[in-house]
């Protein structure tokens, strides 16, 4: 079933390509090995799985990890600039249901096109022109500033940010499934927890400083996160048809994605007898 839905041919360095068929978006079977080899054996946000642990005051689990916590989060803790999750408190927590596979929500996290089309009111203060990624092994981080004219954020911001993260926004991964923000009075984790092939339960929950209002906050999230939804259940919804086709990926700005493919392949043959 492995290969079944993956494209072999791998142009990579020439030009981005998408290495998985819709049937691993869409197949029950190709759902179950991804859960038994991939899922149940990294480390995802949250305290369900039969082994925790924690980074910076954060519950993380799995069921069978394959590596220690702090391996599997390498480099990521000190790419997310100055933020210190553990010197905040979680001031919300929502559960959205979305009709789309995981890995979906996750691409949509790491395109960094869209954010022109599809963030364009929610995130629109951000220099989309000025974003800046890089690839931490299976993990993944960024940041933008804020546009030229826009104004200081104001509010309940975090105390201890220096000045560049006061005046932009972090986007991040934990491969596979646990993206993270991080903007001027916000931390957010939003793991996209797998729970069929065609459903996918994000799990947000909202970090401030102590005494932040939550409301504001959690509206800012879900600005972004309903779009981010909204698009991955259209893109489930065709994925079954016979025309479907994936188009010409952005050199760059969707190179992220392919990364992330990659990644999940590679884990998935090595885990797999």
């Not at 790419?79 to 929502?94: D, I, T």
């Not at 560049?164 to 499934?177: C, E, N």
């Amino acid at each position: 079933m492995v290969g079944f839905a993956i494209v072999r041919s791998l142009p990579l360095l020439e030009r981005p390509r998408y290495l998985l068929e819709p049937q691993a978006y869409t197949d029950g079977a190709w759902f179950d090995v991804e859960r038994r080899a991939l899922l149940d054996t990294t480390w995802h946000r949250g305290s369900e799985g039969t082994t925790l642990d924690h980074w910076a005051g954060l519950d993380f689990s799995s069921n069978r990890p394959s590596e220690p916590l702090e391996a599997a989060l390498g480099a990521l803790p000190r790419a997310l600039g100055s933020v210190q999750p553990e010197r905040l408190v979680e001031v919300a927590s929502v559960d959205l249901e979305g009709e789309f596979n995981w890995k979906l929500f996750i691409e949509n996290h790491l395109d960094v096109l869209h954010l022109w089309y599809l963030h364009d009111r929610s995130l629109g203060s951000f220099d989309h022109a000025r974003f800046e990624h890089r690839q931490l092994g299976r993990n993944w981080a960024s940041y933008e500033p804020l546009r030229a004219g826009q104004p200081r954020p104001t509010g309940s911001l975090i105390s201890h940010l220096e000045e560049r993260d006061v005046v932009g926004l972090g986007a991040h991964l934990l491969f596979p499934d646990t993206p993270m923000a991080a903007a001027a009075d916000f931390f957010l984790t939003y793991r996209a927890r797998p729970v069929a092939a065609d459903r996918t339960v994000v799990e947000l929950r909202v970090l401030a400083e102590p005494g932040a209002d939550p409301d504001p906050l959690v509206r800012a999230s879900l600005g972004f996160i309903e779009e981010d939804m909204e698009a991955c259940a259209r893109i489930q919804h065709v994925l079954w048809s016979r025309h479907f086709r994936v188009g010409p990926l952005a050199a760059t700005h969707e190179q992220p994605i392919v990364a992330f493919q990659r990644n999940v392949i590679d884990y998935l043959e090595g885990a797999l007898p």
